[in-house]
């Protein structure tokens, strides 16, 4: 029980402190469906964050997948798109901050392009980088 606290006390702490900027982008809160786009079912790729990093690194999606991030190490990250600490390059790509056991899911990637990676914590750390080509 102790557990669920500091998370749910640390997922509450990250909300106020609105991390990474504070832009006005909308793709940084919940997705709560509307979108439209597509017809069909919706893409799922899954990234797992562990304590030696992200598995897999690079992958290929589909136009109007989304990719979640799952946090499976003891600590959090903010995962966020290229560069730092901008993180403009791909705004749909910026699920935030995930706390340990927790997902963070991004927008539909809709438009063609490479879209870099990273924790926005720990932006030098190779380890927490990789690249999402959406095709």
Request: proline share 9%; hydrophobic share 25%.
């Amino acid at each position: 029980m102790t557990r669920q606290i500091l998370m749910a006390a640390a997922f509450v702490a990250a909300g106020l402190a609105a991390g990474c900027g504070g832009d006005s982008d909308p793709s940084t809160g919940p997705s709560g469906g509307g979108g439209g786009g597509g017809g069909g079912s919706t893409n799922i790729t899954t990234i797992t964050i562990t304590s030696s990093g992200v598995s897999p690194r690079d992958i290929t999606v589909p136009l109007g997948s989304r990719v979640t991030f799952q946090n499976n190490d003891s600590q959090p990250h903010t995962m966020n798109s290229d560069p730092h600490p901008e993180h403009s390059d791909c705004p749909p790509l910026n699920p935030g901050f995930i706390v340990p056991g927790a997902s963070g899911i991004t927008e539909n990637l809709n438009t063609a392009r490479v879209c870099g990676y990273h924790d926005h914590n720990q932006p030098s750390n190779t380890n927490l980088q990789g690249t999402i080509r959406i095709q």
